[in-house]
């Protein structure tokens, strides 16, 4: 009984449904209803036509959505391109891995959008909607999207520095940014969640494999057939940075809880999923969604509707980019 009332406060949060007519002003998710109401049916057709042609499009797509949210917020200022006289937000040192399926899903997204209903959809909204798509494809929860955003008219690399997560932060690091974005201990560590799915190149974890917070050892906390099996495909220095290793040894492209039990077993990826396990903070919850899988996929979506209303622009705020990669002229 008392679950059941949880399950629908929180639907309740997500519904927010635009009533009577609906303005530029608004964020819901049936902002889209009268002026395109393909929109969805769109993207979806879309994001399924990249997953099964290049699955890695799935976790490239939700990290694309993360990296935008967390500079300025979901603006879509990621998906501008540099010009001769201007670095873009993609460009900076933080977005240097961000991989190309992501750009394409997206601006695949926006041309067929744009064919059914031209100049209404932004492309901050889009890559929100094919962020869940994705989740949903790769067999995670399929939640409510909001949408309303405008795309934003600035990117710059250099508001990237000091905005997204380093891969050697300590526990105390990640909650003080997720903070300073509204998120807090659970969203943290549902968010990271999203781990459960994607790769990494080595240099995200080449320090703990040989130099561990500089004591030229490995990281006494990470399981030793995992360090041995990594040192293999990422040797101390000059290795072929192509190299990609998965998050999740056992079910790489399943969206799941396994991310969770891998923690518990010392066979995390990145130092900052393996400190969640490190730090009574937040190794209940490592515990809790690990246990209960449906949990972790209800905090999951409500943290992801959660960082996709970080610093949305509505109205005039912003512009309804013609394409995802320029601000109109
Ligand atoms: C908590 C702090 C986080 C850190 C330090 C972090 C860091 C990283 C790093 C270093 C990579 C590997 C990139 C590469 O080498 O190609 C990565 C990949 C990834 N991240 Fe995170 N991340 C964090 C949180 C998140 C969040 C909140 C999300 C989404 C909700 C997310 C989604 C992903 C996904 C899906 C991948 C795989 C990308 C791919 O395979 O193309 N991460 N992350």
Redesign the pocket.
Known sequence: MGFNIQINVVLVIWFVVCVGSIDADQFCVNFYSKSCPSVEALVLGVAKQKFVEAP?SA??T??LF?HDCFVDGCDGSVLISSTQKHLAERDAADNK?L?ADAFDTVNKAKAAVEAKCPGIVSCADILAIAARDFVALAGGPNYPVKKGRKDGKLSAASRVTGNL???N?TVDQ?LNLFASKGLNRSD?VA??G??S?????C??FLDRLYNYHKTNKPDPSMDPKLLKALRMSCPPMGGNTDILSP?DVNTPFKFDSMYYNNLQLNLGL?G?DQALMGDPRTKTLVQFYDKYGNNFFQDFSSA?DK?GSIAVKTGNQGEIRKDCTRFNA
């Open positions: 890695v976790p490239a939700i990290r993360f891995n991989a997560p380093q891969a932060y990640l943290l968010l990271s999203a781990h799915i994607g790769f990494s190149h240099d995200g998050f990145l900052t992801m960082m």
